[in-house]
């Protein structure tokens, strides 16, 4: 009798260990796409972050730079007035000779 119950368990057994497996597949799945998403969202924040401290450092230069020119007693109109100014070339006149 013992050796009948063995025999009609092992389809059962074999059953469930397919249902336990296509679940831990499916769970694998699920936790890999989970991971995905976990990731590109990181990604995501990342990138904020660094273009928050970009602009950040960018506004930090420019009142660096203001407050330097203001100490050297510059302003926006002196620093205009440094800047080489390129006058364009006159055509050569041509003449007649006499």
Do not use: F
Not at 7 to 31: F, M, N, R, W, Y
Not at 36 to 65: H, P
Request: proline share 4%; net charge negative.
């Amino acid at each position: 009798m013992n050796h009948y119950w063995k025999k009609s368990l092992t389809p059962v057994a074999l059953g469930v260990a397919l249902i336990a497996l296509a679940g831990c597949d499916a769970a694998e799945q699920s936790a890999q796409k989970l991971a995905e998403e976990a990731k590109k969202e990181a990604q995501a924040l990342i990138s904020d972050s660094v273009g928050e401290v970009v602009d950040e450092v960018n506004r930090q230069v420019d009142s660096l730079q203001e407050s330097t020119n203001r100490a050297l007693g510059k302003d926006d109109k002196e620093q205009d007035a440094e800047a080489p100014q390129v006058e364009p070339e006159k055509p050569m006149e041509q003449g007649v000779e006499t």
